[in-house]
């Protein structure tokens, strides 16, 4: 157990619904990254949030939006849902530091199915 | 710039032989480098890491890799398959001067025939 949880562990729902995934970082991590992983793209870094501010960003979507909140929790709105959205979508915390060594600790995932 | 390079998308191997699988970075500066295990439908976790300690880093499960800087490599090995080892392996360099960016391999498949 990594220590990082995500909620809801299976989501299904229909195309052009809007959905929210939930990421609890282990404790004392200030840094969270959400991930996407799906069979044609693999593992796609999505954003980063430190301490409530966004850090870094990759291939988000525009219909993707991301914030971390005071208690250091994080949630990633997907919107306008599209089949091609059906993915896996992973958190990961780590304490942050910007120098030096850090390590990413993964949740379990919170698997998409959009039909 | 940072960049890692899984030089094989797949490997097989029969239980109870050594496991080679292979990785490569890019690096401006001295990295971080981590080996991560995935098993379907499952969380990436942590098998071992490289901090600019030792060299040869050990694992969880018997897994080890070896930070070579004249190769700019860090492979990871284990010298007997066992059927449970059957997953995809990540390798991910960081960024130690720069807010601990981190990079993904692109994923090896590791298969283990009985």
């Known amino acids: 157990d990594s220590g990082v949880t995500q909620t809801p562990k299976h989501l299904i729902t229909a195309t052009g619904q809007r959905v929210t995934l939930r990421c609890s970082p282990r404790s004392g991590d200030l840094s969270v990254y959400w991930y996407q992983q799906s069979l044609d793209q693999g593992l796609q870094f999505l954003i980063q949030?430190?301490?409530?501010?966004?850090?870094a960003k990759g291939n988000i979507l525009e219909r993707f939006s991301a914030q971390q909140f005071p208690d250091l929790h994080s949630e990633l709105n997907l919107s306008s849902l599209e089949l091609g959205d059906s993915a896996l979508y992973f958190c990961?915390?780590?304490?942050?530091?910007?120098?030096?060594?850090?390590?990413?600790?993964f949740g379990p995932g919170t698997r998409l199915t959009v039909l | 710039a940072q960049s890692v390079t899984q030089l094989d998308s797949h490997v097989s191997v029969s239980e109870g032989t050594p496991v080679l699988l292979r990785c490569n970075y890019s690096?401006?500066?001295?990295?971080?480098l981590f080996w991560y295990v995935q098993h379907p439908n499952k969380g990436l976790q942590l098998l071992l890491k490289y901090t600019s300690a030792a060299t040869l880093v050990k694992g969880i499960n018997g897994f080890e890799a070896e930070f070579k800087k004249s190769e700019t490599s860090f492979h990871l090995t284990k010298p007997s398959a066992h059927m449970s080892d059957a997953a995809e392996y990540f390798c991910v360099v960081s960024d130690r001067r720069n807010f601990n960016k981190f990079y993904f391999g692109s994923g090896t498949k590791l298969n283990v025939k009985p």
């Open positions: 990961a915390s780590s304490s942050g530091t910007p120098r030096g060594t850090d390590t990413q600790y």
């Open positions: 949030y430190y301490n409530g501010e966004e850090r």
């Open positions: 690096s401006s500066y001295s990295p971080s």
